[in-house]
């Protein structure tokens, strides 16, 4: 681990650089990874996130050694019933996925029969972590059971909510926000966050008019419901806009293991670096 990244942050952000808003071409993204897991800041990098759709599609071919050993978490964009076929390219590339992670229901439909697939699939990926992007709107907490109830029963699954997108509903309010991180810690379930989360603080988009969570907040709300904080006092520290009292929380934890949330994917690893070294939370200096 190294002396300028802490532990608590350690694989924080994964490598989205593909996905909008920032939707680098893929030879780009491959090429920037490596410069990234090169970097003194590597170990707040976690893999290079791929859509099931673009490796498919032979994406993948001349950009990696298979030599290397190159990782990715798979995104299954095309449906969990396509993730078998898409892990089969994989390894004649010499390429391993880390994470799969894939939406189980559209808003407003019953996340129950994707999860059941995905959550067989999980089954036979030989202990390859899986993360199932449940909607928080109808049958969320029956959902959250079940990923409980299969983890507890041996399965490498946990759940992955989205914070943001390109529509006002896509961006919970921080007491929906809080009442999710507070529910997965009554299943000692771990989770995954996807979109929004641009920086460290919670902001308002001037572009969009969005008020976008910051993943410092989310640090810190998660921290203080691992520690027995309950929905209002999560949701105040989800809501805060100084950054005096969470960004305090985290320092006052750099050194112990992150618990609960797993990271998020961010399509800028520049963003989020910058603004932990400007709030203090990392110790160096960044370089494109």
Partial sequence: MSTQVPRLLAGLVDDAAVFPPGS????????????????????????????????????????????????????GDTGVEGLPFTLSFLPPHGVA??????????????????????????????????????????????????LAEARAGGLPVAAKFRTGGLAAELFPTPVELAAVICACRDRELPFKLTAGLHHAIRHRDPETGFTHHGFVNVLAATLAATGGAEVDAVAELLAATDPLRVVEL????????????????????????????????VNGGFEE
């Avoid at 963003?271 to 709030?279: A, K, S």
């Fill in 250 to 281: 985290a320092r006052s934890h750099r050194e112990a293991e992150r618990p609960l949330w797993v990271g998020y994917g961010s399509c800028s690893i520049s963003e989020p670096l910058t603004d932990l070294i400007r709030l203090g939370l």
């Fill in 97 to 146: 996925a880390r994470q799969v992670e894939a939406p189980v229901a559209k808003r407003g439909e019953d996340p129950q029969p994707g999860l059941t697939e995905l959550i067989k699939l999980a089954g036979q990926l030989g202990g390859t972590p899986v993360y199932a992007e449940i909607p928080l709107t109808f049958g969320l907490m029956a959902a959250l059971d079940a």
């Fill in 24 to 75: 680098a071409p893929l030879p780009d993204a491959v090429t920037a990874h490596r410069r990234h897991r090169g970097g003194w800041y590597a170990d707040l990098v976690g893999p290079l996130l791929l859509p099931a759709s673009s490796i498919a599609a032979g994406g993948l071919d001349g950009l990696v050694d298979p030599a290397e050993g190159f990782v990715i978490g798979l995104i």
